[in-house]
């Protein structure tokens, strides 16, 4: 099995920064992509940051300037860190990995961390 787990979320005032982190772990053979989406409540959960493992990135407009997405290939991780942040940008914070098992190289699977909860409020 995979599994993804997301940390750092939190309550912070506008202005502030917060730094999510993503681990995958697991029978893992190799990670081609990961990234960050985000749902507010009544909204639909929404692209917020992607990362290749060769490093290529992509933003949502919303995001940009503001955030910015890593990775640590060694340890399996993807950091999210947010500056600059709005109450627009509260909601449930996702990982997501495109994954390749180790029981089956040849194909990428997708993956979900259980999400975690930024809010941005004074």
């Known amino acids: 099995q995979v599994q993804l787990v997301e940390s750092g979320g939190g309550l912070v005032q506008p202005g502030g920064s917060l730094n999510l982190s993503c681990v995958a772990s697991?029978?893992?053979?190799?990670?081609?992509?990961m990234g960050w989406y985000r749902q507010a409540p009544g909204k639909e959960r929404e692209l917020v940051a992607t990362i290749t493992f060769g490093s290529s990135t992509n933003y949502a407009d919303s995001v940009k300037g503001r955030f910015t997405i890593s990775t640590d290939s060694a340890k399996n991780t993807a950091y999210l860190q947010m500056n600059s942040l709005k109450p627009e940008d509260t909601a449930a914070y996702y990982c997501?990995?495109?994954?390749?098992?180790?029981?089956?190289?040849?194909?990428?699977?997708?993956?979900w961390g259980q999400g975690t909860q930024v809010t941005v409020s004074s």
């Open positions: 997501n990995g495109r994954i390749r098992p180790a029981w089956d190289v040849y194909s990428t699977y997708q993956y």
């Open positions: 697991g029978s893992i053979f190799r990670i081609n992509a």
